[in-house]
């Protein structure tokens, strides 16, 4: 997938920032979030926590809840900043990375559990082996990592518009000025994830709920 595509995408939540929440006060979903939330605490109780494109914020406050400390990172100032003004554990610190590299100084690490809530979701295909590699290596041994993100439900997801020769998906997404976007949008079974996880990672959870998946690991 080429900078361009990538930049674009970033421009898109970008300009979606201030209304982006909106998709979780859909009525369907609300089991599953609230399910979600409660669960959440006890994976980063008493660790050092690396939280990959927090966007807006919204899972922060619940999984922060009793981590040792947080680090939440985002690209986009315009989300960060509404993610700031959240109800926060005192652990919860911010930083401006970008997801695909992990370059910033701020998250050297090696910190001992990550988080990225609707994010996988928006990695290629192509490029996730590589991603979770450098992911990892700002992880200590025995680090406790959760993905969490969203099945496809046809009565409640947006259509998928077309794919790719990798198989990457895209949708079709419109903004409230009127503006449409494209947007990659990947929906994984619980397979194709562990087995790009492969041997590195055990104690493999996944569990599926109505709108959304969850992948938990620990890494070796």
Not at 199 to 212: D, G, K, L, M
């Amino acid at each position: 997938m080429g900078k361009d595509v990538i930049d674009d995408m970033a421009a898109y939540y970008a300009q979606r920032a201030g209304y982006y929440e909106r998709v979780y006060f859909k009525p369907e979903r609300q089991a599953d979030l609230r399910a979600m939330e409660a669960a959440l605490p006890a994976a980063f109780a008493g660790r050092d926590v690396l939280e990959i494109a927090c966007g807006t914020g919204w899972w922060t406050p619940h999984a922060a809840r009793d981590a040792a400390s947080w680090l939440a990172t985002d690209l986009n100032p315009e989300t960060l900043a509404i993610a700031r003004t959240k109800v926060l554990p005192a652990c919860v610190r911010f930083a401006t990375v970008d997801a695909y590299t992990l370059a910033a100084p701020e998250v050297a690490g090696p910190f001992t559990a990550a988080f990225a809530g609707c994010w996988w979701s928006h990695v290629p295909l192509q490029r996730l082996p590589g991603w979770l590699e450098t992911l990892h290596t700002r992880l200590a041994p025995g680090a406790r990592v959760v993905f969490l993100d969203n099945s496809y439900v046809q009565t409640s997801s947006t259509p998928i518009s077309r794919s790719d020769s990798f198989g990457n998906t895209y949708q079709q997404r419109t903004l409230d000025d009127g503006s449409v976007h494209e947007v990659l949008k990947n929906f994984p079974t619980p397979e194709q994830a562990l087995a790009l996880l492969g041997p590195r990672a055990h104690e493999t959870r996944w569990v599926n709920y109505t709108h959304y998946w969850l992948l938990s690991y620990a890494l070796r």
